[in-house]
């Protein structure tokens, strides 16, 4: 097995409007306003509901408005703190994927088929020689340890779709690549649907 | 002067922030460990800015995920706790959550490092009044 990767649709433009508050959060003191503000929204949207740890950060915080996080969190709570704010607040389905569906409504996870993308050369191109290229299109949060998420530009999106296509017809191409190839491409018309969408992408390893 | 003291550890903080997320724990605990006598020389022992650093030490110790390491977070925990209980005075249900912390520092894998402190801390936190019981969060 060559890795696993994640691909997702990202809100880009959200991420952009809600990155002071994240850096507020990782600074771990007081919140403003506009912060706390941030946080609520996410707060009320539903996913954290299935992660109760994210809950539960939330509310302390939200209860705490007085209190510098640095003082009740450690920083493993802060990082939680930012990814899940990321994931519910700018990718679709609170960035939910699974390893067992690799191909879902809104995500797709190369696990078996990595190998025959990374045979293709812009596939090569945007997901891996990009991402040593440049440090730009690494998204500053979430990270844990050396790992976080890259955004492809949307001129590459399309670049994406243009290299899918002959996989999507040959009847020689293995099946799972296949459905994930479609899998990419729905994500990819997704994505190239509004301004502020983008493809965002992580190894899972 | 004062001043140069807090920006400096502010700056060791940081770059120990940095070598945790790197896995350079041992760069890390260095790190902390010239934090915290700078701040204890410059703001005093029992000065609330303490906790962050000690937070962080306590973090690149339990990544070491080795026993002495979990003991000697668990020995920080008290001392944040402490800390803590002053800080948070008007906030009891983060002294119970921060109660709940140290009680996992003292956890390492399935073993309890210190069982009698665990039992006092278990004692503690069922005699709290079930407002500052708080909401578990971690």
Redesign the interface.
């Known amino acids: 097995m060559a890795g696993e990767l994640l691909i997702q649709v990202i809100d880009i433009g959200q991420f952009r409007a809600i990155r002071p508050a994240l850096d507020e959060v990782k600074a771990?003191r007081a919140l403003g306003l506009e912060s706390r503000t941030v946080l609520r929204e996410a707060a009320a949207s539903p996913f954290p509901r299935g992660d109760l740890?994210f809950?539960?950060?939330l509310?302390?915080i939200l209860?705490?408005p007085?209190?510098e996080l640095?003082?009740?969190?450690?920083?493993?709570?802060l990082d939680a703190v930012i990814e899940g704010v990321v994931h519910v607040l700018c990718f679709e389905n609170g960035a939910e994927f699974s390893l067992t569906t690799l191909v879902g409504p809104s995500w797709v996870v190369l696990d078996s088929a990595f190998g025959a993308f990374m045979d293709l050369d812009w596939f090569r191109a945007l997901f891996l020689n990009a991402a040593l290229e440049s440090e730009s299109s690494g998204l500053p949060y979430p990270?844990r340890?050396?790992l976080g998420y890259r955004v492809l530009r949307r001129e590459d999106v399309a670049r994406m779709v243009v290299g899918l296509r002959p996989l999507l017809d040959d009847p020689a191409v293995a099946f799972h690549v296949q459905e994930a190839a479609q899998g990419i491409a729905r994500l990819a018309a997704r994505a190239l649907s509004r301004e502020e969408l983008t493809l965002a992408h992580t190894s899972l390893l | 002067m004062e001043e140069e003291a807090l920006q400096k550890a502010e700056r060791l903080e940081r770059e120990a922030h940095d070598a945790i997320a790197e896995f350079r724990l041992e760069d890390a605990v260095r790190l902390l460990g010239e934090a915290l006598a700078i701040r204890e020389a410059s703001q005093s022992k029992g000065h609330p800015d303490l906790i962050w650093t000690l937070s962080l030490w306590i973090e690149a110790l339990r990544w070491k995920h080795q026993p002495e390491s979990a003991l000697e977070a668990a020995n920080l925990g008290e001392r944040r706790l402490a800390l803590r209980r002053a800080a948070l005075a008007g906030a009891p249900d983060e002294v119970t959550c921060s109660l709940r912390e140290l009680m996992d520092l003292y956890t390492f894998e399935d073993d309890m490092l210190d069982s009698r402190r665990m039992d006092e801390l278990r004692r503690e936190l069922a005699a709290l009044p079930e407002t500052g019981r708080g909401e578990q969060g971690t």
């Open positions: 771990g740890n809950a539960g950060l509310a302390r209860r705490h007085e209190l640095r003082v009740f969190l450690a920083q493993h709570d990270r340890f050396d």
